[in-house]
């Protein structure tokens, strides 16, 4: 049983890693050259910005069928969008864990250094889908894996990222002096 100084202590270090979360501004490492596919993301994201997601999901699933997608970040943005639109609009936290394994599979077989920041960003959307899920050692797994490859990108927020979340697992698993450590590593 923990007591109460545990948990003034967890919540410190909780509302620090909170305050670290956004006030970490990354600059965007993907120097590609804006795509055909990139303007029509950018349409669908004022669409659903508008209130429309069905709508914004209609438009970007058309045009992305009618377009061969120039590569492979093209490919893994139809697919974060998908996720997106069903993790945080229609809460449907299964179909979101398919689009984010759809993530992953973009790059699967090619981890090299260029791909690592998007296989962080697609473990760290697996993780938040089986978070929501209540799959705790699952969640945690996927973090994890998130986490080696943000450390091999050129994101240093990533790292941050994935340690509190790692340390949010570990919270709700009731393992305060983990996620204590980990809540401690994020706001470095």
């Known amino acids: 049983m923990y007591n109460k100084g545990i948990n003034k202590y967890l919540t410190s270090l909780f509302s620090l890693?909170?305050?670290?979360?956004?006030?970490?501004k990354e600059k965007n490492v993907d120097n590609r050259d804006e795509t055909e596919f990139s303007k029509v993301w950018e349409e669908a994201t004022i669409i659903h910005d508008a209130?429309?997601?069905?709508?914004?999901?209609?438009y970007i699933d058309?045009?992305?069928?009618s377009m061969k997608p120039e590569d492979k970040h093209d490919q893994y943005s139809y697919y974060y969008f998908f996720?997106?639109?069903?993790?945080?609009?229609?809460?449907?936290?299964?179909?979101?864990?398919?689009?984010?394994?759809?993530?992953?599979m973009v790059f699967g077989n090619d981890?090299?250094?260029?791909?690592?920041?998007?296989?962080?960003?697609?473990?760290?959307?697996?993780g938040d889908a089986l978070?929501?899920?209540?799959?705790?050692?699952?969640?945690?797994?996927?973090?994890?894996?998130?986490?080696?490859?943000?450390?091999?990108?050129?994101?240093?927020?990533?790292?941050?990222d994935h340690d509190y979340r790692l340390g949010m697992v570990l919270y709700k698993?009731?393992?305060?002096?983990?996620?204590?450590d980990y809540f401690k590593s994020a706001k470095n």
């Open 111 to 126: 981890k090299s250094k260029k791909n690592a920041e998007p296989l962080s960003q697609g473990y760290s959307s697996k």
């Open 17 to 24: 890693s909170m305050l670290f979360m956004f006030s970490c």
């Open 83 to 104: 996720y997106n639109a069903h993790r945080r609009d229609y809460r449907d936290h299964n179909k979101a864990l398919l689009y984010s394994d759809s993530m992953i």
């Open 51 to 58: 209130g429309d997601v069905a709508g914004s999901l209609k």
């Open 173 to 180: 698993q009731e393992r305060y002096a983990k996620a204590a």
């Open 62 to 65: 058309s045009m992305y069928r």
């Open 131 to 160: 978070l929501s899920l209540g799959k705790y050692d699952d969640a945690f797994n996927a973090y994890y894996e998130g986490r080696i490859y943000a450390g091999t990108s050129e994101n240093t927020c990533a790292l941050g």
